[in-house]
């Protein structure tokens, strides 16, 4: 892909361009296999370890960069929410608009994009509360890199979740969206049958996590032996209703420590 002007070249798998009522996105333009690494990128701008405040880093990140990534970084879609200008404004002990345009404009990108990192396509792909796509940081390649978690058909929009929202409710996942400025109409927050049913298994979903966080403190057998059944049902719903990315992976591992725990280690191992 020509990381210029959007352009495709005949065999990419995916393509830049917009999507309904949300700017860019990225889309597939054949189909996608489950489990294939879609994009595997490394980061436009990172903030090095300083002892610099993160705005302060950011800033310093991007001064850092040559120009040609400047003005890819500066491609980006914007946004800061009052919280984090509010965090802006005091590490760089200003008021936000007696910040320079450049670098307010830097900090809305950083705020909109980062996966921690900001990647110049991972960066532009969208959120939904039900995912196609998982997002990792794979240390080993100094890559962030993109999964399919489902199969993905062609024309399709890639999405990932921004949050960490496979346990929350609608209300919940929408008050942390307010960070991106957008209100979200994914399938699991539509209002229809479908995504009120949706609903009711993320409201049990949440139920069962918060029930555990009270289990972590318990260590009678009897507990032990009830975390692992709700680790289990959790593990149940979220491959059910497609859910399979990293929550799913905190999940098994939860149950495989309360298997371990009870005695069963062979289920452990599975
Ligand atoms: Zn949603």
Same mark, same amino acid.
């Given at each position: 892909?020509?990381?210029?002007?959007?352009?495709?070249?005949?065999?990419?798998?995916?393509?830049?361009?917009?999507?309904?009522?949300?700017?860019?996105?990225?889309? /597939?333009?054949?189909?996608?296999?489950?489990?294939?690494?879609?994009?595997?990128? !490394?980061?436009?701008?990172?903030?090095?370890?300083?002892?610099?405040?993160? #705005?302060?880093?950011?800033?310093?990140?991007?001064?850092? %960069? /040559?120009?040609?990534?400047?003005?890819?970084? %500066?491609?980006?879609?914007?946004?800061?929410?009052?919280?984090?200008?509010?965090? #802006?404004?005091?590490?760089?002990?200003? #008021?936000?608009?007696?910040?320079?345009?450049?670098?307010?404009?830097?900090?809305?990108?950083?705020?909109?994009?980062?996966?921690?990192?900001?990647?110049?396509?991972?960066?532009?792909?969208?959120?939904?509360? %039900?995912?196609?796509?998982?997002?990792?940081?794979?240390?080993?390649?100094?890559?962030?890199?993109?999964?399919?978690?489902?199969?993905?058909?062609?024309?399709?929009?890639?999405?990932?979740?921004?949050?960490?929202?496979?346990?929350?409710?609608? !209300?919940?996942?929408?008050?942390?969206?307010?960070?991106?400025?957008?209100?979200?109409?994914?399938?699991?927050?539509?209002?229809?049958?479908?995504?009120?049913?949706?609903?009711?298994?993320?409201?049990?979903?949440? /139920?069962?996590?918060? #029930?555990?966080?009270?289990?972590?403190? !318990?260590?009678?057998?009897?507990?032990?032996?009830?975390?692992?059944?709700?680790?289990?049902?959790?593990?149940?719903?979220?491959?059910?209703?497609?859910?399979?990315?990293?929550? %799913?992976?905190?999940?098994?591992?939860?149950?495989?420590?309360?298997?371990?725990?009870?005695?069963?280690?062979?289920?452990?191992?599975?």
């Amino acid at each position: 892909m020509d990381k210029t002007n959007f352009a495709c070249i005949a065999d990419d798998p995916i393509e830049v361009r917009e999507a309904a009522r949300k700017g860019l996105g990225v889309f /597939a333009r054949i189909d996608i296999r489950r489990g294939t690494r879609i994009i595997s990128e !490394s980061a436009l701008l990172e903030v090095g370890d300083e002892k610099n405040s993160e #705005a302060k880093g950011i800033v310093l990140a991007f001064e850092q %960069l /040559a120009p040609p990534q400047q003005e890819l970084f %500066l491609q980006l879609h914007g946004y800061a929410c009052n919280k984090f200008k509010r965090a #802006a404004e005091r590490e760089m002990e200003q #008021a936000w608009q007696d910040i320079s345009e450049l670098h307010r404009t830097v900090l809305s990108i950083y705020a909109a994009n980062a996966f921690g990192k900001v990647f110049w396509l991972g960066s532009r792909i969208n959120h939904s509360c %039900l995912p196609n796509v998982n997002f990792s940081y794979n240390p080993a390649l100094k890559q962030g890199t993109f999964h399919a978690i489902r199969d993905i058909v062609a024309g399709e929009e890639l999405t990932v979740m921004y949050i960490n929202g496979t346990n929350r409710t609608k !209300s919940q996942r929408q008050a942390e969206l307010k960070k991106w400025g957008f209100s979200c109409s994914c399938p699991a927050c539509e209002d229809t049958l479908q995504g009120q049913k949706r609903e009711e298994k993320r409201a049990e979903l949440f /139920a069962l996590d918060q #029930a555990l966080a009270v289990h972590a403190f !318990s260590g009678t057998a009897k507990s032990l032996e009830e975390a692992l059944l709700k680790a289990q049902r959790m593990a149940s719903i979220q491959n059910s209703e497609g859910l399979v990315h990293r929550e %799913l992976r905190v999940t098994y591992h939860e149950a495989a420590s309360y298997s371990l725990r009870t005695g069963r280690l062979r289920m452990a191992l599975l």
